[in-house]
T-cell receptor, first 112, second 113 residues
Framework: LAKTTQPISMDSYEGQEVNITCSHN???????ITWYQQFPSQGPRFIIQ???TKVTNEVASLFIPADRKSSTLSLPRVSLSDTAVYYC?????????????FGSGTQLTVLP | ETGVTQSPTHLIKTRGQQVTLRCSSQ?????VSWYQQALGQGPQFIFQ???????GRGNFPPRFSGLQFPNYSSELNVNALELDDSALYLC????????????FGPGTRLTVT
Protein backbone atom coordinates (compact mmCIF):
# COMPACT_ATOMS: atom_id res chain seq x y z
CA LEU A 1 0.00 0.00 0.00
CA ALA A 2 1.31 3.41 -0.91
CA LYS A 3 1.94 5.53 2.18
CA THR A 4 1.05 9.19 1.91
CA THR A 5 2.43 12.20 3.76
CA GLN A 6 0.63 15.54 3.97
CA PRO A 7 1.13 18.66 6.06
CA ILE A 8 -0.90 18.54 9.25
CA SER A 9 -2.30 22.03 8.81
CA MET A 10 -2.27 25.10 6.57
CA ASP A 11 -3.65 28.60 6.87
CA SER A 12 -4.71 30.82 4.01
CA TYR A 13 -6.70 34.01 3.40
CA GLU A 14 -9.86 34.43 1.45
CA GLY A 15 -9.31 34.89 -2.25
CA GLN A 16 -5.91 33.23 -2.31
CA GLU A 17 -4.97 30.09 -4.21
CA VAL A 18 -4.11 27.18 -1.92
CA ASN A 19 -1.84 24.30 -2.85
CA ILE A 20 -1.73 21.19 -0.67
CA THR A 21 0.99 18.70 -1.47
CA CYS A 22 0.90 14.98 -0.82
CA SER A 23 4.00 12.75 -0.98
CA HIS A 24 3.61 9.14 -2.08
CA ASN A 25 7.09 7.85 -2.85
CA UNK A 26 6.13 4.19 -3.28
CA UNK A 27 3.19 4.73 -5.61
CA UNK A 28 2.57 1.73 -7.85
CA UNK A 29 2.07 1.76 -11.60
CA UNK A 30 -1.68 1.09 -11.35
CA UNK A 31 -2.32 3.55 -8.53
CA UNK A 32 -4.47 6.63 -8.87
CA ILE A 33 -4.43 9.66 -6.59
CA THR A 34 -7.70 10.78 -5.04
CA TRP A 35 -8.53 13.75 -2.84
CA TYR A 36 -11.42 14.10 -0.43
CA GLN A 37 -12.70 17.06 1.59
CA GLN A 38 -14.35 16.72 4.99
CA PHE A 39 -16.25 19.28 7.03
CA PRO A 40 -16.79 18.72 10.77
CA SER A 41 -19.40 16.09 11.59
CA GLN A 42 -19.91 15.24 7.91
CA GLY A 43 -18.70 12.43 5.71
CA PRO A 44 -15.79 13.07 3.33
CA ARG A 45 -16.66 14.38 -0.12
CA PHE A 46 -14.87 13.20 -3.26
CA ILE A 47 -13.10 16.17 -4.88
CA ILE A 48 -10.87 14.94 -7.67
CA GLN A 49 -8.94 11.94 -8.95
CA UNK A 50 -6.02 11.67 -11.36
CA UNK A 51 -3.29 9.43 -12.70
CA UNK A 52 -0.75 11.79 -14.27
CA THR A 53 -0.17 15.38 -15.44
CA LYS A 54 -3.10 17.64 -14.68
CA VAL A 55 -6.77 17.13 -13.97
CA THR A 56 -9.21 19.99 -13.49
CA ASN A 57 -12.85 20.11 -12.51
CA GLU A 58 -15.21 22.80 -11.28
CA VAL A 59 -13.84 22.56 -7.74
CA ALA A 60 -10.08 22.01 -7.95
CA SER A 61 -7.06 21.07 -10.00
CA LEU A 62 -4.72 18.17 -9.38
CA PHE A 63 -1.13 18.36 -10.53
CA ILE A 64 0.92 15.19 -10.79
CA PRO A 65 4.58 15.34 -11.92
CA ALA A 66 6.06 12.80 -14.29
CA ASP A 67 7.58 10.65 -11.51
CA ARG A 68 4.19 10.59 -9.71
CA LYS A 69 5.90 10.54 -6.30
CA SER A 70 3.89 13.53 -5.17
CA SER A 71 0.76 15.40 -6.12
CA THR A 72 -0.65 18.86 -5.46
CA LEU A 73 -4.27 19.74 -4.89
CA SER A 74 -4.90 23.32 -5.96
CA LEU A 75 -7.95 25.26 -4.75
CA PRO A 76 -8.40 28.54 -6.64
CA ARG A 77 -9.54 31.63 -4.74
CA VAL A 78 -10.56 29.96 -1.47
CA SER A 79 -13.40 31.20 0.69
CA LEU A 80 -14.21 30.70 4.36
CA SER A 81 -16.37 27.73 3.41
CA ASP A 82 -13.31 25.88 2.11
CA THR A 83 -12.12 25.45 5.71
CA ALA A 84 -12.02 21.67 6.05
CA VAL A 85 -9.75 18.65 6.30
CA TYR A 86 -8.33 17.44 2.98
CA TYR A 87 -7.25 13.82 2.51
CA CYS A 88 -4.99 12.35 -0.13
CA UNK A 89 -5.45 8.65 -0.96
CA UNK A 90 -3.38 6.52 -3.29
CA UNK A 91 -4.36 3.13 -4.65
CA UNK A 92 -5.52 1.08 -7.59
CA UNK A 93 -9.14 1.68 -8.63
CA UNK A 94 -9.52 -2.04 -9.18
CA UNK A 95 -7.54 -3.06 -6.12
CA UNK A 96 -8.55 -4.55 -2.81
CA UNK A 97 -10.94 -2.65 -0.61
CA UNK A 98 -8.32 -2.94 2.14
CA UNK A 99 -6.50 -0.08 0.42
CA UNK A 100 -9.22 2.32 1.50
CA UNK A 101 -7.10 4.05 4.11
CA PHE A 102 -7.36 7.69 5.02
CA GLY A 103 -4.42 9.31 6.78
CA SER A 104 -4.82 12.21 9.19
CA GLY A 105 -5.29 14.70 6.36
CA THR A 106 -4.47 18.40 6.16
CA GLN A 107 -6.55 20.88 8.15
CA LEU A 108 -6.99 23.93 5.94
CA THR A 109 -8.14 27.06 7.72
CA VAL A 110 -9.21 30.00 5.58
CA LEU A 111 -9.01 33.32 7.37
CA PRO A 112 -10.97 36.47 6.50
CA GLU B 1 -31.02 11.25 -7.20
CA THR B 2 -31.04 10.35 -3.50
CA GLY B 3 -27.75 10.52 -1.67
CA VAL B 4 -26.42 8.22 1.02
CA THR B 5 -28.44 8.30 4.21
CA GLN B 6 -27.63 6.88 7.63
CA SER B 7 -29.64 6.26 10.77
CA PRO B 8 -29.72 7.07 13.54
CA THR B 9 -27.86 10.39 13.63
CA HIS B 10 -26.75 9.99 17.22
CA LEU B 11 -26.76 7.08 19.61
CA ILE B 12 -25.72 6.53 23.21
CA LYS B 13 -25.03 3.00 24.42
CA THR B 14 -23.57 1.38 27.48
CA ARG B 15 -20.42 -0.73 27.48
CA GLY B 16 -21.22 -4.36 26.71
CA GLN B 17 -24.37 -3.59 24.72
CA GLN B 18 -24.91 -4.25 21.03
CA VAL B 19 -25.72 -1.67 18.35
CA THR B 20 -26.99 -1.71 14.76
CA LEU B 21 -26.37 1.17 12.40
CA ARG B 22 -28.10 1.49 9.05
CA CYS B 23 -27.17 2.90 5.68
CA SER B 24 -29.08 3.43 2.45
CA SER B 25 -26.79 3.68 -0.54
CA GLN B 26 -27.06 6.16 -3.36
CA UNK B 27 -29.35 5.15 -6.19
CA UNK B 28 -27.56 2.88 -8.67
CA UNK B 29 -24.72 1.98 -6.30
CA UNK B 30 -24.05 -1.68 -5.48
CA UNK B 31 -21.04 -1.29 -3.17
CA VAL B 32 -21.10 -0.11 0.42
CA SER B 33 -18.15 0.53 2.73
CA TRP B 34 -18.16 1.29 6.44
CA TYR B 35 -15.64 3.43 8.28
CA GLN B 36 -14.94 4.37 11.88
CA GLN B 37 -13.66 7.88 12.53
CA ALA B 38 -12.37 8.76 15.97
CA LEU B 39 -12.10 12.39 16.95
CA GLY B 40 -9.21 14.11 15.17
CA GLN B 41 -8.41 11.07 13.04
CA GLY B 42 -9.08 10.09 9.45
CA PRO B 43 -11.72 7.47 8.67
CA GLN B 44 -10.56 3.90 9.23
CA PHE B 45 -11.87 1.22 6.86
CA ILE B 46 -13.97 -1.47 8.59
CA PHE B 47 -15.28 -3.53 5.65
CA GLN B 48 -16.88 -3.33 2.25
CA UNK B 49 -19.83 -5.17 0.71
CA UNK B 50 -20.36 -5.74 -2.98
CA UNK B 51 -23.63 -7.26 -4.11
CA UNK B 52 -24.35 -8.69 -0.66
CA UNK B 53 -20.92 -10.29 -0.20
CA UNK B 54 -18.11 -9.01 2.02
CA UNK B 55 -15.38 -7.71 -0.27
CA GLY B 56 -12.54 -6.75 2.02
CA ARG B 57 -12.06 -6.10 5.71
CA GLY B 58 -9.84 -3.80 7.69
CA ASN B 59 -8.19 -4.44 11.05
CA PHE B 60 -11.32 -4.66 13.13
CA PRO B 61 -12.30 -7.56 15.44
CA PRO B 62 -15.09 -10.02 14.56
CA ARG B 63 -17.50 -8.25 16.90
CA PHE B 64 -17.83 -5.76 14.03
CA SER B 65 -20.07 -7.42 11.47
CA GLY B 66 -22.21 -6.32 8.60
CA LEU B 67 -24.88 -7.14 6.10
CA GLN B 68 -25.88 -5.87 2.70
CA PHE B 69 -29.42 -6.39 1.47
CA PRO B 70 -30.75 -7.02 -2.06
CA ASN B 71 -31.62 -3.32 -2.39
CA TYR B 72 -27.94 -2.60 -1.52
CA SER B 73 -28.74 -0.97 1.80
CA SER B 74 -26.50 -2.09 4.62
CA GLU B 75 -26.15 -2.59 8.36
CA LEU B 76 -23.17 -2.41 10.66
CA ASN B 77 -23.48 -4.40 13.87
CA VAL B 78 -21.14 -4.02 16.81
CA ASN B 79 -21.35 -6.46 19.72
CA ALA B 80 -19.93 -6.14 23.23
CA LEU B 81 -19.41 -2.40 22.91
CA GLU B 82 -16.25 -0.92 24.39
CA LEU B 83 -15.55 2.69 25.35
CA ASP B 84 -13.09 2.97 22.43
CA ASP B 85 -15.92 2.24 20.01
CA SER B 86 -17.14 5.77 20.55
CA ALA B 87 -16.72 7.42 17.16
CA LEU B 88 -18.42 8.70 14.02
CA TYR B 89 -19.43 5.75 11.85
CA LEU B 90 -19.52 6.53 8.16
CA CYS B 91 -21.09 4.64 5.32
CA UNK B 92 -20.02 5.20 1.72
CA UNK B 93 -21.47 3.85 -1.49
CA UNK B 94 -20.06 3.51 -4.97
CA UNK B 95 -20.94 1.88 -8.26
CA UNK B 96 -18.19 -0.71 -7.80
CA UNK B 97 -16.21 0.43 -10.83
CA UNK B 98 -13.89 2.97 -9.28
CA UNK B 99 -12.72 1.96 -5.80
CA UNK B 100 -11.99 5.46 -4.61
CA UNK B 101 -14.93 7.37 -6.03
CA UNK B 102 -17.21 6.93 -3.07
CA UNK B 103 -20.09 8.97 -1.77
CA PHE B 104 -20.34 9.27 1.99
CA GLY B 105 -23.32 9.64 4.23
CA PRO B 106 -23.44 12.11 7.13
CA GLY B 107 -22.49 9.45 9.66
CA THR B 108 -23.81 8.15 12.96
CA ARG B 109 -22.24 9.51 16.12
CA LEU B 110 -21.96 6.64 18.62
CA THR B 111 -21.12 7.34 22.24
CA VAL B 112 -20.37 4.42 24.55
CA THR B 113 -20.52 5.14 28.26
Amino acid sequence: LAKTTQPISMDSYEGQEVNITCSHNNIATNDYITWYQQFPSQGPRFIIQGYKTKVTNEVASLFIPADRKSSTLSLPRVSLSDTAVYYCLVGSPSGSARQLTFGSGTQLTVLP
Amino acid sequence: ETGVTQSPTHLIKTRGQQVTLRCSSQSGHNTVSWYQQALGQGPQFIFQYYREEENGRGNFPPRFSGLQFPNYSSELNVNALELDDSALYLCASSDGKLLYEQYFGPGTRLTVT
